[in-house]
């Protein structure tokens, strides 16, 4: 019996209304199935579904419902949680998050072992060791003790990874476990799931991004609107899709789809001027950590700079500098070569409206209670527009990021993700700008929405003119909106130059590692 | 750690110290002759004790001496002398601690069961339950204490004779009070803490916990309440400081002993040298169990420990 998973036929619906509809999915010891599609599409409902948690409000059906060859179509809670951690492991997307931040994380893993197993204290302890060890967490007597918000993101992702291989699940679910994750990050925690998947454990991996999966699933689902639309073996998906919205998103993967030809190019003197900016923290240890070292640059109208490198390589408090919001500790920051950094906020403020700022998280940037119209119309009034002409000024505003004019009375909770980074897009626009600074704006969406946003940012700046400084971790996506681009580490600039000469010929070791991190599909067809 | 610990701690001393410097300036800051203040209307008093008043208070010396003087008799625990009451503050004050304190705790800790009993069977409900339970809630805070008190002294007191009406000193005599004004502050606490509960679990780590197979109660138990918890505290600390200089109502209607009464028979006799160290009590009652606060949230929460010394 080396069939884990068998599911025939299984829908899933809130009062009556179907957001996974019919999935068919098989699964062997040693084996990973993807599923893939994007937000909304039914794949984490799916993959709650198949541990009983769909929700209280939820109707799960099936046809055929096994886990290890054992029918649970008509378990209730109780079996359910006999199963759960003992025959299924769960991981979740962001573990500073998914693992209790008030316990250690060796309680956390030590939890489905008291509840599954029949060890004693010591021998739960050694296992708890063994098992962070198995993930790959080095000096786990130590690591044990300690506190996720006090681990690194990656070993926090395997800290939550041990846990819910506790208990000996032989089937592991795993949903978006690398999306909170850095390119380097991501690559070791998907090189920890290759090897668990080699040591027999059956492997459901979901994301909505199909690079990343490309490299250790055998088969593949595509998901769209609740239903598979298509599975196969991985190659087959990835070389020759065969449904439409698979098609979509391999197109939509970063370096993989046809970027428009550049039409305007680098225009005049430049309009940001950064110049030996260095700042630093004080941490509470008391030790001073080095943000920024010595960073320059220039950027001209109609220009984009690229800026890469993992957490905490000083790209957030580079934008921070450029905005205005932070007082370098020396060096200058110049617009149009008059000075701004060293200037009294008095006379900045003054100048703010030419400096605007694309959030990574568009729905933490959005008063929750502002109307999509209010919170343009407060930018607008900064900079002195009439009451009389704002009504069409936002109109205008929304069409120019692609909204309907309809959207103005929504508040962001009523929007889409995508639909609330273009309102993010339309503020910074209304005050009329020369520098927009983006701090990885696309982050937080998926996949197919991040190549629609990347097309307008592009857009915008080539019929504006605008000059954009655009933060990323995602090589793949700096590549392609990018002219030049600087790639840090720990504060300094360790390589710099025209984007494709550095990601095709790095020089820096860290350089290097970074493109050889970014999840790539090998010799894909797109149309 | 310690060093954190010992941070709390010297704030608090600090915060005691800005309480005396402003009794000391409300003391100093009352127009007229501040002999007369200290005396309190209706006094007549010899030139002997006018003397006396003057030389105590520093009053023919200059603010500074005065302040330092204030401060060091504070110090050294000398609270003055009620000329209304013609006894010292400190002899005024001494055996109302003991029954606000026994009250005060006995209430919270009355109201802090109750609340986790009552939020631990409400929270994550249905409906219904729900908003049955936010409605007896909100009547348990808006009930008048007072009115409370007296259906109480009625039924358990006078009718059914199970509880004294009136007193202090015995733990019979503690319950009744202790329960009508635990009620309010129950109110309060329990939607504190549900809402606290309901928050933790819809984070994400609830939903990784019942991955692992735990059941509902091990997920509230071990995981869900402690969060709720920090709230609890922040709370509770208020609560309990606020009944220190505020069950005026309870008190009286109980025929207690206790700080709120003497505030306010205090206050309507002016009788400013007993106004004064009551309100610097409850500051230090405030100061302390904030203290308190801060270090449960120290054991609560392990984020909040930084890495110094």
């Not at chain 1, 704006?441 to 954009?468: E, F, K």
């Amino acid at each position: 019996m080396t069939e884990l998973l068998d599911a025939r036929g299984l829908t899933v619906s809130f009062d009556d209304r179907a957001v996974a509809q019919d999935i068919d999915l098989q699964l062997a010891a040693g084996e990973c199935l993807a599923l893939v599609g994007e937000s909304g599409s039914g794949k984490s409902v799916t993959a709650r579904a198949l541990v009983g948690l769909a929700g209280p409000r939820a109707t799960v059906t099936a046809e055929r419902l096994q886990v290890s060859g054992e029918d649970v179509s008509r378990y209730g809670e109780r079996q359910w949680r006999r199963i759960r951690g003992s025959r299924i492991g769960f991981v979740l997307q962001d573990a500073l998050t998914a693992l209790d931040p008030l316990r250690t994380v060796g309680a956390e893993v030590d939890e489905p072992l008291r509840l599954h197993t029949r060890l004693g204290r010591t021998a739960r302890d050694a296992e708890v060791e063994r098992l962070l060890t198995e993930c790959g967490i080095p000096d786990p007597e130590r690591r044990k003790n300690q506190y996720a918000h006090e681990l690194s993101g990656g070993l926090r992702q395997r800290a939550l990874i041990a846990s819910a291989l506790a208990a000996g699940p032989a089937l592991l679910i795993a949903d978006e476990p690398t999306t909170a994750l850095d390119v380097t990050v991501q690559q070791q925690i998907l090189d920890l799931l290759a090897k668990l998947k080699r040591d027999g454990h059956g492997l459901v991996l979901i994301s909505h991004d199909l690079a990343v999966v490309a490299e250790i699933a055998d088969r593949i689902a595509v998901l769209d609107r609740g239903r598979i639309v298509e599975q196969g073996p991985a190659l087959d998906v990835l070389s020759r899709p065969r449904h439409e919205m698979t098609r979509e998103l391999l197109a939509a993967i970063p370096g993989n789809r046809n970027a428009k030809p550049r039409q305007v190019h680098r225009q005049g003197p430049a309009v940001l001027s950064v110049r030996g900016v260095s700042h630093r923290y004080r941490e509470r240890s008391g030790q001073y950590r080095q943000a920024l070292a010595r960073v320059g640059f220039e950027l001209a109208r109609g220009e984009t700079l690229g800026v890469v490198g993992e957490s905490g390589s000083g790209k957030s408090t580079l934008a921070k500098v450029i905005l205005g919001l932070l007082r370098p500790d020396s060096g200058d920051v110049l617009l149009d070569a008059e000075p701004w950094s060293s200037i009294g906020e008095r006379d900045r403020r003054r100048r703010r409206r030419e400096v605007q700022f694309v959030p990574q998280n568009p729905l933490g940037a959005l008063d929750p209670r502002y109307r999509v119209g209010s919170v343009l119309s407060e930018s607008l009034a900064a900079i002195g527009v009439p009451r009389s002409d704002r009504l069409q000024r936002i109109a205008a505003l929304l069409a120019e990021v692609g909204l309907p004019p309809e959207l103005a009375v929504r508040r962001p909770s009523e929007l889409s993700g995508g639909q609330r980074q273009r309102v993010c897009i339309a503020r910074a626009l209304a005050t009329d700008p020369r520098i927009l600074v983006c701090d990885e704006p696309v982050s937080a969406l998926d996949v197919r929405t991040q190549a629609t946003v990347l097309d307008l940012l592009a857009d915008l700046r080539d019929h504006r003119g605008l000059a954009l400084v655009f933060i990323s971790h995602d090589l793949a996506v700096v590549r392609e909106i990018s002219d030049r681009v600087i790639v840090m580490k720990d504060g300094h600039i360790v390589e710099s130059g025209p984007v494709d000469d550095v990601f095709d010929h790095p020089e820096h070791p860290y350089a290097k590692e970074l493109v050889a991190a970014t999840p790539r599909i090998p010799a894909v067809e797109t149309r | 750690m310690i060093a954190l610990i010992l941070r709390r701690v010297l704030a608090g001393v600090a915060v005691m110290w800005v309480a005396a410097t402003l009794t000391f300036a409300a003391l100093r800051g009352v127009r007229g002759d501040p002999v007369a203040a200290v005396l309190g209307p209706g006094a007549l008093v010899t030139p002997e004790v006018r003397a006396q008043i003057v030389s105590e208070y520093g009053f023919d010396q200059p603010l500074v001496v005065q302040y330092l003087r204030w401060l060091s008799r504070l110090v050294s625990g000398d609270l003055g002398w009620s000329y209304q009451l013609g006894q010292p503050v400190t002899e005024v004050l001494r055996g109302q601690l003991g029954p606000t304190a026994e009250l005060a705790i006995a209430a919270t800790i009355t109201a802090v069961l109750a609340a986790v009993v009552l939020a631990l069977l409400t929270a994550g409900r249905g409906r219904t339950t729900r908003s049955l339970a936010s409605m007896a809630e909100l009547s348990a805070v808006s009930v008048p204490t007072f009115w409370l008190g007296l259906v109480a002294l009625t039924f358990f007191s006078f009718r059914w004779q199970l509880f004294p009406a009136t007193g202090a000193g015995s733990l019979s005599a503690l319950i009744l009070p202790a329960v009508v004004l635990a009620v309010p502050v129950a109110g309060v606490l329990t939607q504190v803490l549900r809402e606290g509960l309901e928050t933790a679990l819809a984070q994400p780590f609830a939903l990784s916990v019942r991955m692992r197979g735990i059941g509902p109660v091990a997920l509230i138990g071990r995981h869900a309440l402690r969060h709720a918890c920090i709230s609890l505290a922040t709370m509770t600390g208020w609560v309990l400081g606020s009944l220190f200089g505020g069950a005026v109502l309870t008190e009286t209607v109980f025929a207690r002993p206790g700080l709120g009464r003497v505030l306010l028979s205090a206050i309507t006799s002016r009788d400013l040298p007993v106004v004064t160290a009551v309100v610097l009590l409850v500051a230090a009652a405030f100061t302390v169990i904030n203290l308190l606060v801060d270090l449960a949230y120290l054991a609560i929460d392990p984020r909040l420990r930084r890495r110094t010394a």
